[in-house]
């Protein structure tokens, strides 16, 4: 079985409904408050973090999780390091016509999320296609 992109809702919480897909647990809220908290514990203490939450406009991390730990805020590269490194995935972007993009280490288990390029990411998932099952019937 090949790769395949699973859909997920575009409610301003896809980024967290497409990496929930890959820790196989039910809802988006649970993965960014885990996500969110690793920020706040560890954002300030890496480099990285600090350097991309600057660049998106904010003093500091504290500000950052503030403003992008609501429901419906969008989720950037300091969540998709955090997601990395609180789950300990190397976590693969692909994006048409880029390179893809890495976070975390090499030897983590890998997990892949898709990127449209403007403001929607799906999982990328080995097995059955998102939308018809082993059985071949649409789910």
Same mark, same amino acid.
């Given at each position: 079985?090949?790769?395949?992109?699973?859909?997920?809702? /575009? #409610?301003?919480?896809?980024? *967290?409904?497409?990496?929930? !897909?890959?820790?196989? &647990? @039910?809802?988006?809220?649970?993965?960014?408050?885990? $996500?969110? &908290?690793?920020?706040?514990?560890?954002?300030?203490?890496? @480099?990285? !973090?600090?350097? +991309? $939450?600057? %660049?998106?406009?904010?003093?500091?991390? =504290?500000? *950052?999780?503030? =403003?992008?730990?609501?429901?419906? %805020?969008?989720? /950037?590269?300091?969540?998709?390091? =955090?997601? %990395?490194?609180?789950? &300990?995935?190397?976590?693969?972007?692909?994006?048409?016509? &880029?390179?893809? +993009?890495? *976070?975390?280490?090499?030897?983590?288990?890998? +997990?892949?999320?898709?990127?449209?390029? !403007?403001?929607? *990411? #799906?999982?990328?998932?080995?097995? %059955?296609?998102?939308?018809?099952? #082993?059985? /071949? +019937?649409?789910?």
């Amino acid at each position: 079985m090949g790769m395949f992109v699973q859909r997920v809702p /575009g #409610d301003g919480n896809c980024f *967290y409904h497409a990496a929930s !897909i890959h820790a196989d &647990q @039910e809802g988006h809220e649970l993965l960014r408050h885990q $996500v969110m &908290q690793w920020l706040r514990r560890h954002g300030e203490a890496n @480099e990285t !973090i600090r350097q +991309k $939450v600057a %660049a998106d406009g904010f003093a500091s991390v =504290a500000a *950052y999780c503030h =403003a992008m730990g609501g429901d419906r %805020a969008w989720a /950037g590269e300091p969540e998709l390091e =955090a997601l %990395a490194r609180d789950r &300990q995935w190397r976590v693969v972007v692909l994006q048409d016509g &880029q390179a893809p +993009k890495t *976070y975390g280490e090499e030897d983590w288990p890998q +997990k892949v999320l898709v990127y449209n390029g !403007i403001n929607h *990411y #799906d999982a990328a998932v080995q097995g %059955a296609s998102a939308n018809h099952g #082993d059985d /071949g +019937k649409e789910h």
